[in-house]
Nanobody, 114 residues
């Protein structure tokens, strides 16, 4: 059973930090580059960050560069997105994605609000 499951979302104040996780199962996680996407209501799904299979290369959307960090621990079949200096505009459902296999998680809600 191929699966990606996000967790760690929640409510955080502007300027705060949160880390969301993505647990992979049912496929060779360590062989694939992975992405984090997000989608706010009424907006297009947006690529937030990507990471190579081994974790040696990363890329970020301009809107989050310098604030977010993508990482992975292949031995744990897990990917992370550390989010710092959060802004109201970061409020969205965050999704884990394996682009080559077209695998998506169910998403985890991140709400940045006072």
């Amino acid at each position: 059973q191929v699966q990606l499951v996000e967790s760690g979302g929640g409510l955080v104040q502007p300027g705060g930090s949160l880390t969301v996780s993505c647990a992979a199962s049912g496929f060779a996680f360590g062989l694939y580059a992975m992405n984090w996407y997000r989608q706010a209501p009424g907006k297009e799904r947006e690529l937030v960050a990507g990471i190579s299979a081994g974790g040696g290369s990363t890329n970020y959307a301009a809107s989050v560069k310098g604030r977010f960090t993508i990482s992975r621990v292949n031995a744990k079949n897990t990917m992370y997105l550390q989010m710092n200096s959060l802004k109201i505009e970061d409020t969205a459902v965050y999704y884990c994605n394996c682009p080559v296999r077209n695998i998506w998680g169910q998403g985890t809600q991140v709400t940045v609000s006072s």
